[in-house]
């Protein structure tokens, strides 16, 4: 679809890599430190959720509380998470698409830790 208008062959994660990572055209909207997400981004959109979402997420990386189908998509959203953190611009909306999976883990170690 984006071909089509563009006229030309378009591929979608190199221009997000080229125009974020190499040209960094985010920080003419505001930038943050690598650690960003980490340290403010998470914890502002998991709120007290936070906790039993790592206690999730710790259970699914060993395979644990019958989370192990979760293990490809926990791994695909910590390397996606990580690869977004190499752009100087951050939002809270960014991670706004990895909620449901962090409501799943959450939901998970919240019914473990009781």
Wanted: proline fraction near 4%; charge should be neutral; include cysteine.
């Amino acid at each position: 679809l984006d071909s089509a208008y563009y006229g030309t062959w378009v591929f979608i994660p190199w221009n997000f890599f080229r125009l974020n990572i190499l040209h960094d055209v985010g920080t003419f909207y505001g930038s943050h430190a690598w650690h960003w997400y980490a340290t403010e981004g998470l914890a502002v959109t998991l709120g007290t959720f936070l906790p039993f979402c790592f206690y999730g997420a710790w259970l699914g990386a060993r395979g644990l509380a019958g989370l192990e189908r979760l293990r490809g998509a926990l791994a695909a959203s910590v390397a996606s998470v990580a690869v977004m953190s190499l752009a100087s611009h951050k939002e809270y909306r960014f991670l706004l698409p990895y909620l449901p999976l962090a409501s799943l883990l959450a939901g998970a170690g919240l019914e473990r830790a009781a």
